[in-house]
């Protein structure tokens, strides 16, 4: 499976923005996929995951309230809408497939996608 991340940029703080992940190749598989992000010097932080269904999210309590997770599994696509960006949101985004519902273990990541929240 790979995958593509897309969406990042530059916004204000307050603003918002939408991710996208599009798998390819093995996508007939059920997987759950994730969100993470990292920035410079630190670990990569669990941000969301949604279930193959649509009807299990989780979210970091960092982000909870703020962001939402969706999935469209006709186009392969899986989305993190971020609202009321805060300048800490800041980092490089990935996206992740994987078999269980989990905030650590996936098996397929993307390329990731940088966003950056500043005035």
């Known amino acids: 499976v790979q995958l593509q991340a897309s969406g990042g940029g530059l916004v204000q703080p307050g603003g918002s923005l939408r991710l996208s992940c599009t798998a390819s190749g093995r996508t007939s598989s059920r997987y759950v996929m994730g969100w993470f992000r990292q920035t410079p010097g630190k670990e990569r932080e669990f941000v969301a995951y949604i279930s193959w269904s649509g009807g299990t999210t989780y979210f970091a309590a960092s982000v909870k309230g703020r962001f939402t997770i969706s999935r469209d599994n006709a186009k392969n696509t899986v989305y993190l809408q971020m609202n009321s960006l805060k300048p800490e949101d800041t980092a490089v985004y990935y996206c992740?497939?994987?078999?269980?519902?989990?905030?650590?273990?996936?098996?397929?990541w993307g390329q990731g996608t940088q966003v950056t929240v500043s005035s």
């Open positions: 992740a497939a994987g078999s269980k519902l989990s905030t650590y273990e996936y098996d397929y």
